[in-house]
């Protein structure tokens, strides 16, 4: 099976001479540090994909029923807790695998969006897979409440417990929910972070209910995490070399785009785990992404001419999986013939390249990441390959990758507004 690969030849012209060289030997001191030293801080749970993906059988024996007996699968969950699963479903779940729909809920406090969710379950068989590590998230615990609700309106307490799915920790309430009501409970790894929970039963239930290939997955993320090891980081601590250099000349912005339209959700979940990892202590990358080529059509302009503080790393797929020819069509006079007979795959790849061509021209350091596939494989690899890159480049920043803080300064003021006890 084909691995990623990462070209960073381009970004590299940006950097003083002899610079990459030190940044790679500190990235790969850190990378050594994060496979080899203790985990006193219990933040590295998913750094062995075997020691994260817990409870195999019990996933594959849940998600054959959710498959067979729903027609809608609720995927509660906030940040990193439905990420990574999002962005696999959404990007190659078959049209026709028999799959039931799935719906996304846990994610925010418009009513408007949770009355659709509502809506869409009315009179159709449900499941819901409600996952929050410690339980005290306002967006997946209200939304619980409301859909168990409506819920135990038709279903009895038997049936309740078949339908009901928790992912969280050992010790957490959700647990004892889970106990109470006789519901299936799936470990949230107490030493893997909500961002980090990719291999986790967080990341892979999901992928069960909906038939996608489990096993392929972590065979993707276990090959990343032995590549990694035997090239002492390879090229995730060469992708945080090279962001941590060109942040200290003043580029402050990453990008990450891609010409696969599917990819959208994948670049959310990039998106989180590098803003929650990094943007602390006023620094930080900021992680912005684009979906191109439609989006050259409006931040296309200021890409290639706006102010020189961005990096563009492009995740190119080599197989597009779909082929669609352009038959000639003479008579017509569109004045498009010169694409007669090419696939849009050919359009698309060469739209790509000279976008990187010139947006380097233009200023911009551009990093190249190619993968051969986008199949449960290939996601293996790309959540292996950022979390560790991710997790490097935090410590090359000078932050903790792990921890949050900055997050709950909302959230004690909004509590202290909703009249929550203790704050
Ligand atoms: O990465 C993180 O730790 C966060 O984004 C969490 O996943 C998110 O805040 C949801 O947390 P919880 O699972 O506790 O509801």
Redesign the pocket.
Known sequence: MSGLVLDTSLAQAFLEQGTLGQERERAGAFYRELIEAPDTAGVKGWVSCEEAAVQLDLMREKGAEIREKADVFVLV?????NQAARAVVESIQPRYNGAPEILYAGNTFSPYEIGRILDATAGRSVYINV???????LE?GSHFRVLRQRMQERYTREEMARRVVLTGTYGSRLEEIAQENGYTFLS?PERI???Y?AFSPVGLLPLAAMGLDMDAYLEGGRQMQERLRAEGGGIAAEYAAVRSLLYQKGFDIEMLVSFEPRLRWFSRWWW?LFG?SEGKQKKGIFPASAIYSEDLHSIGQYMQDGRRNLIESFLTVEDPGASVRIAPDPAFGDRFDYLDGMDFAQINRAAEDATIRAHAEGGVPCIRLTTGRLDEYAFGQLYYFFMAACAVSGRLLGVDPFD?EG?EAYKRLMFRTLGKPGV
């Open positions: 969950g906030v940040g990193g807790s996952i929050a590590k410690n339980f005290e998230t997946p949230f972070g909500g961002r929970s989180q929650e949050q997050v």
